[in-house]
C-alpha cells in the first residue's frame, strides 16, 4: 500500500514561504522542508495536514490549493502538498532545529531535502515566480 505524507508550502501575507530545518532522524537533520508528516491510517490528508501543523509549528493553518499530485518520497512513499496560510498563531520550531520565512527569491539560500527541491520550484511557479 502506498503510504502519503502530507506537507505545507505556509505562504504569509507579504508572500514568504516558511521553510522548516530537520532536526532528525540523522540522515535528514539539517535539511530544509515543508513541514508535514505522515497520514494516519484512516485519517484525511487535510485534516493530517492540519494536525501535523498544529503539533510543528503550534499554528492552525487553512489549507489551499494542492501544489501538484503525488510527489515521490522513494520506497512505496509519496509526499502531497498544499498552499496554506497560518490563521491562529506564530509558527514555533517545536520539532524543528529553525524555521525561516524566505522571499521567493531566497528560496535557493537553505539546502532542501532532495524530495522537497522540485515541489519547491512548483510553488515559486505557483507564486508568480520563476
Ligand atoms: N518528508 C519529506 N519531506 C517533507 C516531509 C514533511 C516529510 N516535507 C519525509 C521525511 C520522512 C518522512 O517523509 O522520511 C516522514 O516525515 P515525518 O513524519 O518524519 O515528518
Ligand atoms: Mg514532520
Known amino acids: 500500500m502506498r503510504r ?7 505562504v504569509d501575507g507579504a508572500g514568504r514561504l516558511l521553510a522548516a ?3 532528525q532522524p540523522p540522515e535528514l537533520a539539517g535539511g530544509w522542508e ?4 505522515k497520514v494516519d491510517p484512516g485519517e484525511d490528508d487535510r485534516t493530517a495536514l492540519v494536525r501535523e501543523c498544529r503539533e510543528e509549528l503550534g499554528v492552525l493553518i487553512e489549507v ?6 503525488d510527489w515521490p518520497l522513494g520506497g ?29 527569491d531566497e528560496l535557493d539560500e537553505v539546502a532542501w531535502l ?3 527541491l522540485p515541489i519547491v520550484r512548483a510553488v515559486r511557479a505557483l507564486l508568480g515566480g520563476i
Do not use: M, N, Y
Not at 502519503?4 to 505556509?10: C, E, R, S, W
Not at 515543508?34 to 508528516?37: K, V
Open 34 to 37: 515543508f513541514p508535514g508528516g
Open 4 to 10: 502519503v505524507v502530507v506537507g505545507a508550502a505556509i
Open 21 to 23: 530545518q530537520r532536526a
Open 76 to 104: 512505496d512513499r509519496v509526499l502531497r502538498v498544499w498552499l496554506a496560510s497560518v490563521v491562529e498563531g506564530e509558527p514555533e520550531a517545536k520539532e524543528h532545529r529553525e524555521l525561516r520565512w524566505l522571499a521567493l
Open 114 to 116: 532532495p524530495a522537497d
Open 64 to 69: 489551499g490549493e494542492a501544489v501538484g499530485g
